[in-house]
């Protein structure tokens, strides 16, 4: 990873960096975030409730298709799994985190292989650049499920 003129914060107790340049965060794009062609910098912008911990689940203990089902089954609107790896990740000097141990955020607990995308540098114009960065990667990858020809 590169130096930055900031630090991120600590790693609670319970968080795990993840380590593995291979490791692939999946991330569930709105529909409304896909043009038909592109996945938006929005599909990776955060909400207050997020505190700069954007949700996702790392490849090595959850599918594509499963991170696809999870959040089916949480309810929430999902066109498909996109991905960026750990590489992409640290080329926008930010991080991947394993929450997975920490407490959930509510008693339907939290689904396999929940990781998060730290977004909590104090760098405004740097997150807005890492998040088209991040889309455009992702865009590039290509939708991991459900398949192209099923969507």
Same mark, same amino acid.
């Given at each position: 990873? /590169?130096?930055?003129?900031?630090?991120?914060?600590?790693? !609670?107790? &319970? !968080?795990?960096?993840?380590? %593995?340049? +291979?490791?692939? $965060?999946?991330?569930?794009?709105?529909?409304? $975030?896909? %043009?038909?062609?592109?996945?938006?910098?929005?599909?990776?912008?955060?909400?207050?409730?997020?505190?700069?911990?954007?949700?996702?689940?790392?490849?090595? !203990?959850?599918?594509?298709?499963?991170? $696809?089902? %999870? #959040?089916?089954?949480?309810?929430?609107?999902?066109?498909? /799994?996109? @991905?960026? +790896?750990?590489?992409?990740?640290?080329? !926008?000097?930010?991080?991947?985190?394993? %929450?997975?141990? &920490?407490?959930?955020? +509510?008693? =339907? @607990?939290?689904?396999?292989? *929940? &990781? $998060?995308?730290?977004?909590?540098?104090? +760098?405004?114009?740097?997150? =807005?650049?890492?998040?088209?960065?991040?889309? #455009?990667?992702? /865009?590039?990858?290509? #939708?991991? *499920?459900?398949?192209?020809?099923?969507?």
């Amino acid at each position: 990873m /590169t130096a930055a003129s900031w630090e991120l914060p600590d790693l !609670e107790p &319970c !968080e795990e960096l993840i380590e %593995d340049e +291979d490791e692939i $965060y999946f991330r569930q794009v709105n529909p409304k $975030y896909f %043009d038909g062609v592109e996945v938006s910098a929005q599909a990776f912008d955060t909400s207050s409730k997020d505190a700069g911990k954007l949700s996702g689940a790392r490849s090595s !203990e959850q599918t594509a298709e499963g991170a $696809y089902n %999870d #959040r089916i089954a949480m309810g929430g609107p999902t066109l498909g /799994t996109w @991905g960026v +790896d750990a590489r992409d990740v640290w080329a !926008e000097l930010s991080r991947l985190v394993d %929450d997975s141990s &920490c407490p959930p955020p +509510d008693e =339907r @607990g939290w689904p396999q292989g *929940h &990781c $998060y995308l730290d977004q909590r540098m104090p +760098d405004r114009p740097h997150r =807005r650049q890492m998040r088209i960065n991040l889309a #455009r990667v992702a /865009t590039q990858k290509g #939708r991991l *499920h459900p398949p192209e020809s099923e969507g």
